[in-house]
């Protein structure tokens, strides 16, 4: 199945990962807990060094009506902090099939030394709360519990992240100042929404984070070589816009 976008002719694949790879995806469960000091999500993990209230699964609405959901880390205190945007595809807090347990010798990284509550590639929300910010861990469009279908970078990714950077810097616990950090990916992106300049966007953080997914990724040196893309985008839960190749 294609269609045509702005003159450029694009396949849309739907992509069904097995249930061996994601079990089965709760529904949404929206509910706000405050996790206290020393708490431990699992045996070995790194205690939170101070009190969390964390909303689960709290709903995105963006300009089209489409729905994303995100989690919410933030420190337990009436003070209005900044906001920390982790925008990724790959399951927000510790939900995707894609994490250090999967990786080799934990690419090095001890479980003692996080949380948990992270997302894939994304920061400790142990680490940065307890800094006086609040971690915001988002399902992209298309992925998980969020609706739609999957966008891979450029601008109409960063059209859902400028609407979701909007949404966040006006809850009542948001300051107004929204940042973004994130490794890979999560890098990535933030070229494409910062480009949307949302107005509460205040700065962004990529890390290892290339800016031509065609030139740097999919066609280095000009031969197409789409293997990996493909191998993550297979990982990924939803429909997804894939150029033909």
Sequence with gaps: MSQTVAGIKVAITSLSPSKQIYG????PQPSTTTLPAGHLKSSGSRPLPTAIIFDRDIEIPLRDGVRLRADVFRPDSDTKVPALIVW????????SPLNLHTMPGRAGVEQSILSGYESFEGPDPAEWV?????????????????????RVQGSAEGRDGHDVVEHIA???????????????????????????????????????????LLREQVC???????????????NLRGGLYFPVM
């Design 220 to 234: 280095r040196g000009g031969i197409p070589d789409p293997g990996f893309f493909r191998a993550i985008a297979h």
């Design 170 to 212: 006006a809850l009542p616990w948001c300051n107004s100042s929204v940042g973004m950090a994130g490794n890979s990916w999560l890098a990535m992106v933030q070229y494409h929404i910062a480009a949307q300049n949302p107005p509460h966007l205040k700065c962004i953080a990529p890390l290892e984070g290339l800016s031509d």
């Design 88 to 95: 990724g595809p790959y399951g927000k807090t510790g939900s």
């Design 130 to 150: 307890a800094r006086g910010y609040a971690i915001v861990n988002v399902d992209s469009r298309g992925t998980m519990n969020s609706e739609g279908d999957i």
């Design 24 to 27: 089965e995806i709760p529904a």
